[in-house]
């Protein structure tokens, strides 16, 4: 079935980059956007931008405008999330998410990953 | 600040029906009828359970259901359930400009 695993979780410096990892499988990889979405203590969830994988056309909030980068592997069906200039506002969990089938799920997220934690503490 | 407004927690007994709130604006929620809902329980893979508003993915229960009026969205959960117990976040489609907004998530607590 289709799966999305996540990389571990990451301990981070204040002005620090962080790469996330997000490897997909069961579905085809290349048809779907790949979301991004963070859910920080007390702030509730935080969309944060979307790549296309077969071209890698990327549309992030612009919030995170300069600071995000999402990319991918499509030889090994991996997204990406680098997100740089960390502060512990950025501490959250980090989720890809996507989904699975055309004509369906439009602008919703059907699979999740598991989330990665990143904590960014001096 | 989330761009959706819900309660921070609602509760109810097993059994009982409880109704989640989505207040958006004329730009997300009242436009379109893109709105997703989400169940966070700890420790497990987020769930969609609703979209496109009152579509429920092959797999959910039926006890779940969503509804629009204006730019409030709804979740209703019927027949509680103790497994019910946890975090529900809506989202909706806020334009190509914007992209996809949250609300700030509702705490479900089953009595």
């Known amino acids: 079935q289709a799966q999305l695993v996540q990389s571990g979780a990451e301990v981070k410096k204040p002005g620090a980059s962080v790469r996330v990892s997000c490897k997909a499988s069961g579905y085809t990889f290349t048809g779907y956007h790949m979301h991004w979405v963070r859910r920080a203590p007390g702030r509730g969830l935080e969309w944060m931008g979307l790549?296309?994988?077969?071209?890698?056309?990327?549309k992030y909030v612009q919030k995170f405008q300069g600071r995000v980068t999402m990319t991918r592997d499509t030889s090994i069906t991996t997204a990406y999330m680098e997100l740089s200039g960390l502060t512990s506002d950025d501490t959250a969990v980090y989720y890809c998410?996507?989904?699975?089938?055309?004509?369906?799920?439009?602008?919703?997220?059907?699979?999740w990953g598991q989330g990665t934690m990143v904590i960014v503490s001096s | 600040q989330s761009a959706l407004t819900q309660p921070a927690a609602v509760s109810g007994s097993p059994g009982q029906s409880i109704t989640i709130s989505c207040t958006g604006t004329s730009s997300d929620v009242g436009t379109y009828d893109l709105v997703s809902w989400y169940q966070f329980h700890p420790g497990k893979v987020p769930k969609l359970i609703i979209y496109e508003g009152s579509k429920r993915p092959s797999g959910v229960s039926n006890r779940f259901s969503g509804s629009k009026s204006g730019n409030t969205a709804s979740l209703t959960i019927s027949g509680l359930q103790a497994d019910d117990e946890a975090d529900y976040y809506c989202c909706a489609y806020a334009g190509r400009n914007i992209g996809a907004v949250f609300g700030g998530g509702t705490k479900l607590t089953v009595l």
């Open positions: 998410a996507s989904k699975t089938a055309a004509n369906e799920y439009d602008w919703a997220f059907e699979i």
């Open positions: 790549m296309y994988p077969d071209s890698g056309n990327t």
